[in-house]
């Protein structure tokens, strides 16, 4: 090895270069689920707090069901999309480290990134159309708390009404717990290095003593 500096010592060697490489995938990964999982948030947070109690009280039975209905099923096909985005960041950040054992953080995020792209599916494939279908089949939720007829159906929309709220919660939770874990294990450029190889380092061209 050469005593002296040469402009060849300047450049980044080939591990540079590929870490350098896996370092912007990783944080380009990271930035699609972040807003994948924000827009999920986002929309259940517009549709479910914002929109939804307004719709119910100033709009008469059953119009505001079907509004109601029509705005969460093209809703549930975005959450299931963005899910499905961020199911598939997740598996690039997996590949990118499958050299090394993956820390506790990283398993937690793809368990939590499982458990949203589930919720979104549940939510748009079984909750929302039986809810939508009860609407059609003349279900009215004040219904379920009399003893006339449509007691029963008015009871099954109760219960689906619940059950879609309860998801609702557990996907903006999923989707923030993911946001959060994300952030907490983008890569960093030192994460590849091994403190105990150190490169020895050329002297400065000049006499020696």
Sequence with gaps: MSDTFTEADLEPSDDDRRRARHDAIDRGAATVAVVSAGLVVGGLVALGACAAPFVFRLTPAPASGFAMGAAFARFDRI???????????????????RRRPPTIAAR??????????????????????????????????????????????????????????????????????????????????????????????????????
């Design 79 to 97: 959450a299931i999309g963005a899910a499905a985005v961020a199911l598939g960041a997740e598996l690039v950040r997996t590949f990118l480290v």
């Design 108 to 209: 937690l995020r793809r368990f939590v990134a499982m458990g949203l792209a589930g919720a979104a599916t549940w939510m748009g494939t079984s909750v929302s159309p039986a809810i939508t279908d009860l609407y059609a089949a003349g279900a009215r939720r004040e219904a379920a708390t009399t003893a006339g007829p449509g007691a029963d159906l008015g009871a099954s929309l109760d219960a689906l009404h619940r059950r879609a709220e309860a998801i609702g919660k557990l996907e903006v939770g999923l989707a923030l717990a993911l946001v959060a874990l994300h952030v907490f294990t983008v890569r960093r450029a030192n994460d590849d290095d091994d403190p105990g190889d150190v490169a020895p380092v050329p002297l400065p061209p000049g006499p020696r003593a």
